[in-house]
């Protein structure tokens, strides 16, 4: 990924794996929102267009689910590995996502003598 000249994840990870964008706060303000809570409030301070322009994150801080095979994540996906919590009413907040959300495509698949299911998430 020639990107990574660029872009560094905001926890400075050492990765060379695919770094994400946030989610656009325009068209998805809920899930911004989820993702800023990772950053410190520093950050948070330069305000939304700043952090949509300037902030990446990598696989790291994402849960095998949210990933996609083509590395992209799933529409849900929110930063919940590797990160460290500045507000601690995230359990709330991941309840609330529950919630709101319904199971959009189910998609299973054998795998070596186990089943794998794999459940995409879209809002309600
Ligand atoms: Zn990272």
């Not at 849960?63 to 919940?80: G, M």
Request: net charge neutral; with cysteine; hydrophobic share 35%.
């Amino acid at each position: 990924m020639s990107s990574n000249k660029y872009w560094k994840c905001y926890f400075l990870c050492e990765t060379d794996g695919v770094l994400h964008r946030f989610p656009n706060p325009q068209h998805n303000e809920e899930r911004f929102n989820l993702w800023m809570k990772v950053l410190d409030s520093e950050m948070q301070k330069r305000g939304v267009q700043y952090i949509y322009n300037n902030m990446r994150l990598c696989d790291q801080h994402f849960e095998l689910w949210y990933r996609t095979p083509s590395r992209k994540l799933t529409r849900n996906a929110f930063p919940t590995l590797n990160i460290a919590l500045y507000d601690m009413t995230q359990p709330v907040l991941i309840l609330d996502l529950l919630v709101n959300m319904v199971p959009e495509e189910v998609l299973c698949s054998l795998e070596d003598k186990s089943v794998r299911i794999e459940i995409y998430w879209t809002w309600k």
